[in-house]
């Protein structure tokens, strides 16, 4: 099997042969930039000498009954990946790696490997399934490997092989020349994302249960809700403003205390409790390039660490955008574990389960940063203009887009019903004459029909009760085109005193009798 560095030249690419399952073993830290720890890592091969090619991770899952599923959404995840960016893998290896202290039966590496022995034999039946053959499974545990594929003890003994010193294989050094470097472990990446456990974080949990008794309400309000956001996103931007101005620290661990020690519990907590807003949120993963990027990592790195006690789940949304922003800088081991903790806190949350996939498949990052760069640009170009921001889109630029496409319709509605109301006032005044006769001609008969005007049984003048500057009293309704109401909800609403709320008695006396006896 070998493993070539990026594409070049054919004379100049640089090609390492690994012979043994030792070599396999120590190069697994140079094929992913990173020592994975309690991790089944699948690697696809292609061509007949075994080039390396696609690889997914996986943290290995508690409960046995979980394997076979995992084994085989691994295989397949492996045999898609190599499909879109490259081709199918003729073959693959496995890695299982976890140490005795992670399950509380195991005292040794061996008891590992023996536990492990159903998973590994899952991810050969799933990769087989899918005619992509398990060359070689090798379980990493205790500065030990195991082969599960070899039944020779004596190259592979039961006791397991010790690893090789680190940095003395020919991939190692072939490494460092090539100028990559191995990156941090697991291990070490966790800590920098994991929560408080000092002192402190009593008085951070105290923080965040005002800032979530003082926000919540609001955020949950509409009139409230734009406020936060807009609140959150001007602090943050400070933060980071105060980040970036702070000096370089090159060990990591004091830079994480040092970074600490410039954001107040109070900051932390409205960052935190403002970004739980899906819209909030979706603005800030903007910063994940150029200048901003470092510092938006810092801080994202820095609240999750604030996400203590009671309110762990909220360290969803600030692990996701340092996952998010780390990816997008190149450092895909960091991305991968601050996803995977994002869905350790909060299994449902959708922004990290769009984003692990395409990370732990090591896809290229660029057609989410187009997306998030058309958002800005259209909310920078909405915010020029002095709008309002809200989820990225102005709503009043939208308004004002429909307004103006809807001018012409309403200037074509109003002409409309400038005409129904010309039309509607010559009704009005030829009824009104109808019915002056019909009265002269029922008084001069006699007829039983017509009633006193001061009798009880008159009917009763149409009235329409209108809340008139909220005086609520009654007001007569005038003839049709003298008086219009305001216009309510669609075109076939109609003014007060409009068809059939006329003078009605007028109506009435109308149809007492048939047109030719009048």
Same mark, same amino acid.
């Given at each position: 099997?070998?493993?070539?560095?990026?594409?070049?030249?054919?004379?100049?690419?640089?090609?390492?042969?690994?012979?043994?399952?030792?070599?396999?073993?120590?190069?697994?830290?140079?094929?992913?930039?990173?020592?994975?720890?309690?991790?089944?890592?699948?690697?696809?091969?292609?061509?007949?000498?075994?080039?390396?090619?696609?690889?997914?991770?996986?943290?290995?899952?508690?409960?046995?009954?979980?394997?076979?599923?995992?084994?085989?959404?691994?295989?397949?995840?492996?045999?898609?990946?190599?499909? /879109?960016?490259?081709?199918?893998?003729?073959?693959?290896?496995?890695?299982?790696?976890?140490?005795?202290?992670?399950?509380?039966?195991?005292?040794?590496?061996?008891?590992?490997?023996?536990?492990?022995?159903?998973?590994?034999?899952?991810?050969?039946?799933?990769?087989?399934?899918?005619?992509?053959?398990?060359?070689?499974?090798?379980?990493?545990?205790?500065?030990?490997?195991?082969?599960?594929?070899?039944?020779?003890?004596?190259?592979?003994?039961?006791?397991?092989?010790?690893?090789?010193?680190?940095?003395?294989?020919?991939?190692?050094? $072939?490494?460092?020349?090539?100028?990559?470097?191995?990156?941090?472990?697991?291990?070490?990446?966790?800590?920098?994302?994991?929560?408080?456990?000092?002192?402190?974080?009593?008085?951070?949990?105290?923080?965040?249960?005002?800032?979530?008794?003082?926000?919540?309400?609001?955020?949950?309000?509409?009139?409230?809700?734009?406020?936060?956001?807009?609140?959150?996103?001007?602090?943050?931007?400070?933060?980071?403003?105060?980040?970036?101005?702070?000096?370089?620290?090159?060990?990591?661990?004091?830079?994480?205390?040092?970074?600490?020690?410039?954001?107040?519990?109070?900051?932390?907590?409205?960052?935190?409790?403002?970004?739980?807003?899906?819209?909030?949120?979706?603005?800030?993963?903007?910063?994940?390039?150029?200048?901003?990027?470092?510092?938006?990592?810092?801080?994202?790195?820095?609240?999750?660490?604030?996400?203590?006690?009671?309110?762990?789940?909220?360290?969803?949304?600030?692990?996701?955008?340092?996952?998010?922003?780390?990816?997008?800088?190149?450092?895909?081991?960091?991305?991968?574990?601050?996803?995977?903790?994002?869905?350790?806190?909060?299994?449902?949350?959708?922004?990290?389960?769009?984003?692990?996939?395409?990370?732990? $498949?090591?896809?290229?990052?660029?057609?989410?940063?187009?997306?998030?760069?058309?958002?800005?640009?259209?909310?920078?170009?909405?915010?020029?203009?002095?709008?309002?921001?809200?989820?990225?889109?102005?709503? /009043?630029?939208?308004?004002? /887009?429909?307004?103006?496409?809807?001018?012409?319709?309403?200037?074509?509605?109003?002409?409309?019903?400038?005409?129904?109301?010309? /039309?509607?006032?010559?009704?009005?005044?030829?009824?009104?004459?109808?019915?002056?006769?019909?009265?002269?001609?029922?008084?001069?008969?006699?007829?039983?029909?017509?009633?006193?005007?001061?009798?009880?049984?008159?009917?009763?003048?149409?009235?329409?009760?209108?809340?008139?500057?909220?005086?609520?009293?009654?007001?007569?309704?005038?003839?049709?085109?003298?008086?219009?109401?305001?216009?309510?909800?669609?075109?076939?609403?109609?003014?007060?005193?409009?068809?059939?709320?006329?003078?009605?008695?007028?109506?009435?006396?109308?149809?007492?009798?048939?047109?030719?006896?009048?």
């Amino acid at each position: 099997m070998t493993n070539h560095s990026e594409p070049a030249d054919a004379i100049d690419e640089t090609v390492v042969t690994l012979r043994t399952p030792a070599e396999l073993a120590d190069a697994l830290p140079y094929l992913l930039g990173f020592q994975p720890e309690n991790s089944v890592v699948l690697i696809a091969l292609h061509g007949p000498r075994g080039r390396f090619g696609g690889r997914v991770r996986l943290g290995i899952p508690d409960r046995p009954e979980d394997w076979p599923c995992v084994a085989g959404q691994l295989a397949q995840c492996l045999v898609s990946g190599s499909e /879109k960016c490259e081709a199918r893998p003729e073959g693959a290896v496995a890695f299982l790696c976890q140490e005795p202290e992670v399950f509380a039966g195991d005292t040794s590496g061996r008891q590992v490997m023996e536990r492990l022995r159903p998973l590994a034999q899952a991810l050969r039946t799933q990769c087989g399934g899918l005619d992509v053959p398990v060359l070689e499974v090798v379980c990493v545990s205790d500065g030990r490997f195991w082969t599960y594929c070899c039944p020779d003890q004596r190259c592979c003994p039961p006791e397991g092989t010790p690893l090789l010193p680190a940095g003395t294989s020919v991939l190692a050094a $072939a490494t460092v020349y090539a100028g990559f470097q191995v990156g941090p472990s697991q291990g070490r990446i966790r800590a920098r994302l994991t929560p408080w456990r000092t002192g402190a974080a009593s008085d951070q949990e105290r923080a965040l249960h005002d800032a979530a008794c003082a926000l919540v309400p609001r955020i949950l309000d509409d009139g409230g809700h734009a406020e936060v956001a807009e609140e959150t996103i001007g602090l943050a931007r400070h933060i980071m403003e105060r980040l970036a101005a702070a000096p370089p620290i090159p060990d990591t661990l004091e830079a994480d205390v040092y970074d600490d020690e410039l954001i107040g519990h109070d900051e932390a907590a409205a960052l935190i409790l403002g970004l739980q807003d899906r819209t909030t949120r979706d603005q800030a993963a903007e910063w994940m390039e150029g200048e901003e990027a470092a510092p938006a990592l810092r801080l994202w790195r820095t609240l999750a660490r604030r996400c203590v006690g009671e309110y762990r789940q909220h360290a969803a949304a600030p692990l996701t955008l340092a996952g998010w922003v780390a990816w997008s800088l190149g450092d895909l081991a960091e991305g991968q574990e601050a996803l995977t903790m994002a869905l350790i806190s909060d299994p449902q949350y959708a922004f990290a389960l769009l984003l692990h996939p395409a990370c732990s $498949a090591d896809e290229d990052p660029e057609p989410i940063r187009r997306i998030l760069r058309n958002e800005r640009s259209q909310r920078d170009v909405a915010a020029a203009q002095g709008q309002q921001l809200d989820r990225g889109v102005c709503p /009043k630029a939208v308004g004002a /887009k429909q307004e103006s496409a809807e001018g012409p319709r309403r200037a074509a509605e109003t002409q409309q019903e400038t005409a129904e109301v010309r /039309k509607e006032a010559a009704t009005a005044q030829e009824e009104a004459a109808e019915a002056q006769t019909a009265a002269a001609i029922t008084d001069s008969t006699g007829s039983p029909e017509s009633t006193p005007p001061g009798d009880a049984s008159e009917p009763q003048q149409s009235t329409d009760d209108l809340d008139h500057a909220g005086a609520g009293v009654g007001v007569r309704a005038t003839p049709r085109g003298r008086r219009r109401s305001p216009r309510t909800s669609g075109p076939g609403s109609r003014a007060v005193g409009g068809a059939g709320t006329g003078p009605r008695n007028r109506r009435d006396t109308i149809r007492r009798g048939p047109r030719d006896q009048r």
